[in-house]
């Protein structure tokens, strides 16, 4: 059989499973770690319940996703996940779900890795949202995600600092409501209200154009040109606020087309 007549043969195989997403459809993707919890807190001890450095290497992963060759208009990250708003227009690989899952995952995972020094292993998922009020209840979901964990967290360090072991927090956090968490934590002197935005809401990324000085070598002068740069949001607004903001990034990014 000639090599031509094989691969039209065996790429029925490969290819048979293929879908795409339909014109139309928001993209969102999910990046999730793989067994984070072992690796940030037994392999490299990063301090609990939030950790600056751990911030800032998924922050920098973010980044990278969102200069990797797809269309990228928002990212967030909260814990060890990020989520990816891609531009409506998006059609990279035809818009093929298994190239934009593995692919992310690949990115993220060797991303990652090569700023921790160790191997942080990514899965991925896609979300595909048939309007933008959907895509607005995703980022407001993982939001509120963000708020429900930093509460929990900041209750189950605090206990363990004062000496309960792990089943012991657990179980006394668990069917806790919100209001009584918050009274736990200011038992032990903290206000959660004082705790830093972004371990409660997460953080967004997102492209802004800047002015910046640049030169011009023809007429020999110095001149402000756009640049297009990524900014780090650490105080997003939340609820009704958030909703808002995302909405207004997508129709932004929309007209500009």
């Not at 691969?7 to 795409?20: A, G, H, N």
């Not at 700023?115 to 980022?139: K, M, Q, T």
């Not at 004082?194 to 002068?221: C, H, M, S, T």
Request: aromatic share 12%; charged share 30%; hydrophobic share 35%.
């Amino acid at each position: 059989m000639k090599f031509d007549d094989l691969d039209v043969k065996m790429r029925v195989y490969e290819t048979s499973q293929d879908r795409c997403v339909l014109p139309g459809m928001y993209m969102v993707a999910r990046i999730d770690g793989r067994g984070f919890t072992r690796l940030t807190k037994e392999v490299h001890r990063f301090e609990a319940p939030f950790d600056e450095k751990f911030r800032d290497l998924m922050v920098e992963t973010v980044k990278h996703l969102m200069n990797c060759g797809f269309n990228v208009i928002y990212g967030y990250t909260e814990s060890d996940e990020i989520s990816l708003l891609f531009h409506p227009n998006e059609s990279l690989f035809g818009r093929k779900t298994r190239k934009y899952i593995s692919i992310l995952a690949g990115e993220a995972s060797a991303k990652f890795s090569s700023l921790l020094g160790n191997v942080g292993a990514f899965d991925c998922r896609l979300s595909e949202l048939p309007n933008i009020h959907l895509v607005g209840d995703y980022f407001r979901w993982r939001n509120e995600d963000a708020h429900r964990n930093a509460l929990n967290a900041h209750c189950y360090w605090r206990l363990r600092q004062d000496n309960f072991n792990a089943r012991e927090a657990t179980s006394k956090i668990e069917g806790m409501s919100i209001a009584a968490k918050n009274e736990l934590l200011f038992q032990y002197g903290i206000n959660f209200n004082n705790v830093p935005a972004w371990q409660k809401r997460g953080i967004g990324i997102y492209w802004k154009d800047l002015k910046k000085e640049g030169f011009n070598p023809k007429n020999n002068e110095h001149v402000l040109v756009d640049r297009r740069t990524l900014h780090t949001d650490f105080t997003l607004p939340m609820r009704d606020e958030y909703d808002v903001f995302i909405h207004d990034l997508v129709k932004k990014h929309e007209d500009q087309g």
